[in-house]
């Protein structure tokens, strides 16, 4: 392992590993349904989220699954070192997503598994790095919604509904304010999720208000 600290991450990271990569192995969105031809870069992406600072992280509730669970990416192993990281061990699809709310804009990233439904989302927060949100859709090829519209009011009260009934089922989304630790060896990258060391007034009222409008528990 390199000596070398990554500023962003606070872990080992290999010299120029990211910079030196291919550009036929840069990730893009998959559109198609599994098995096709397009692939997501996860040892890209993890790169990407460890740079991002303080974001929303929303997840359902996985229980007691096992951990740490792998993803194999072109380039090695990825381990998911968090029961919180359960979407990203099933996610087939990224998509970034943008509306006016009554709050104001907000920009997401959603998490699409293989039955197409959303299985996270990762906000952007006033403490996120944006430049890192930026080069992380530019570099795994995620693409915005053209246009930001006003999230309809029907929409949140069936998401609302949504969310009630599934937690009937025993099925709970939680909200976190996370960042993403990331060690690298060779051939193998592991994806952490931890709180983050500092966080503004603003983005804890933000965050907060996000899941207050997605219905969901925000943890501390």
């Not at 304010?177 to 051939?187: A, I, M, S, T, Y």
């Amino acid at each position: 392992m390199s000596d070398r600290q990554d500023e962003a991450t606070g872990y080992a990271r290999a010299p120029n590993e990211a910079e030196s990569a291919s550009a036929a192995h840069r990730c893009v969105r998959a559109a198609s349904p599994p098995g096709g031809d397009a692939a997501i870069d996860w040892y890209r992406l993890a790169g990407r989220l460890a740079r991002l600072g303080p974001a929303l992280w929303l997840h359902r509730d996985v229980g007691d699954a096992a951990f740490p669970r792998a993803r194999l990416a072109q380039r090695g192993v990825l381990l998911l070192d968090h029961p919180a990281l359960t979407a990203l061990s099933s996610c087939v699809a990224l998509h970034a997503r943008a509306a006016i709310g009554s709050h104001g804009p907000r920009e997401w990233l959603e998490l699409i598994d293989a039955r197409g439904t959303c299985s996270a989302r990762l906000c952007l927060l006033p403490d996120t790095d944006y430049l890192a949100w930026d080069a992380m859709l530019a570099e795994c090829a995620i693409a915005r919604a053209r246009v930001p519209v006003p999230v309809p009011e029907p929409w949140r009260a069936h998401a609302a509904f949504m969310r009630c009934a599934l937690r009937r089922k025993g099925i709970t989304w939680h909200a976190q304010v996370v960042r993403f630790p990331l060690l690298q060896l060779p051939c193998l990258r592991v994806l952490g999720l931890r709180a983050p060391v500092e966080l503004s007034v603003l983005g804890g009222q933000v965050a907060a208000t996000i899941a207050r409008d997605e219905n969901v528990t925000l943890r501390g």
